[in-house]
Every structure is written in C-alpha cells, then in structure tokens.
C-alpha cells in the first residue's frame, strides 16, 4: 500500500511570490492535515480537511489556505511569501479523526 | 489551550543504556497520547499511543504510560540501540472530531556505539 506522497520535495521561492503544495493521502484516507516544522516553533497545526471541507483550522495568518479535491488529494497555498515561511511543510492522512495518522516525507520550503 | 512540555535536549546515550524521555501534557477532557519518532530526512512515524488513563503504549522496546494524576507520558526503552538515533516527538489529541495534534518540541536522541 503506498504511503503519504507530497510534491514538490524541495522548492526555493522568494519573498512575495506564492506557492503550491501538494500532498497525496493513502488510497481510502479521508482525512488530510497540513503541519509546518520549523527550528525554532517546532511542529504546528494549519488545517485539517475531511472530505472536501475544512475541519480545523490553525493559528496562521490568512495567507496560508489550503483545498481538497473529491479523490481526497490535498493542497496547500501560501501567498506573499516571507521569509519566515521557510519550513518543513509535513501532511498528514488518516481514515478518520479516532485513528492513526500517516505522514508524508514533508516538503522542504527556502524563501528568499 | 492544548499544550505539550518535553525536556530539554539533545540527549547522547551510550549503546545498552536505558534511556527516558519526559513529556508531561495540558489539555481539556481526556486526550489521547502519542510519541512519534522523526529519522533524518523523513516525516514522522508513530512509535506508540495511550488512548487512556493508565494505559500503556509500546512497540519496539519503547514504551510510555498515560497518567492522568500528573499528566504525563514518559518514554522508557530499558536497552538503546545506535538504530534508535532520531528525533523524539510527544503528542496529544484531543477528543473531539477532529485529527489536529499538538506536539512537543521534539528531543534529538544520539546513541553512540
């Protein structure tokens, strides 16, 4: 069974411009979650979507948005760039909220 | 809010050695627990969870108890292995219906031969 899949693995943006995340659940997943890793914050919440619809959302400013598509497949948009945006961004799937979620590889962002 | 403390990091232990984590939680109702572990370059996998108060998770040789008395979830593995070098994340859920985790600050754990 494949896993999580996230595209691309690694992007270098600068600031102002946006971006597009993308992330593949596990093939019956319904649940997706976007998390940022950064040195210093650690690992932080941005959104959950659980088909189609956005379930929970984080402490982030409007300029992170996310979707997600019928076949469950997700993405994550970040607009004007800045430089603190530079993160591991990390996605999650799972059947439901009560079980186990599954990460993806992550997707390494640079912002210059 | 949620929240989660673990101790300080890193930690370097010598091969054999039994190794603890300490991770203690702030949370609404009864959440459950998690430890999630991060190799380099790759995401997060979960090691073990408690759903419970009293209940103990493990897997691996980890293995970490959910007490509610003094909301916490310390890791124990009796024997470490060089293998086991990685990053050590404590976690929690809340109970509602939803899958958001807040996560601890993560230790990096080094174990030399």
């Known amino acids: 069974k494949a896993g999580v899949t996230q595209t691309p693995r690694y992007l270098i943006k600068t600031r102002g411009q946006q971006v597009t995340l993308s992330c593949s659940p596990i093939?019956?997943?319904?649940?997706v979650s976007w998390y940022q890793q950064t040195p210093g914050q650690g690992l932080q919440f941005l959104f959950e979507y659980f088909s189609e619809t956005q379930r929970n959302k984080g402490n982030f400013p409007g300029r992170f948005s996310g979707r997600q598509f019928s076949n469950s497949r997700s993405e994550m948009n970040v607009s004007t760039l800045e430089l603190g945006d530079s993160a591991l961004y990390l996605c999650?799937?799972?059947?439901?909220?009560?079980?186990?979620?599954?990460f993806g590889p992550g997707t390494r962002l640079t912002v210059l | 809010g949620d929240s989660v403390t673990q101790m300080e990091g890193p930690v370097t232990l010598s091969e054999e050695a039994f190794l603890t984590i300490n991770c203690t939680y702030t949370?609404?109702?009864?959440?459950?627990l998690f430890w999630y572990v991060q190799y380099p370059g790759e995401g997060l996998q979960l090691l073990l969870k408690a759903t419970k108060a009293d209940d103990k998770g493990s897997n691996k040789g980890f293995e970490a108890t959910y007490r509610k008395e003094t909301t916490s979830f310390h890791l124990e593995k009796g024997s470490v292995q060089v293998s086991d070098s990685a990053v050590y994340f404590c976690a929690l859920k809340d109970a509602g219906a939803n899958s958001k985790l807040t996560f601890g600050k993560g230790i990096t754990l080094s174990v030399r031969p």
């Open positions: 999650a799937s799972s059947l439901d909220s009560m079980y186990e979620q599954f």
């Open positions: 949370a609404t109702g009864y959440p459950s």
């Open positions: 093939s019956g997943h319904r649940s």
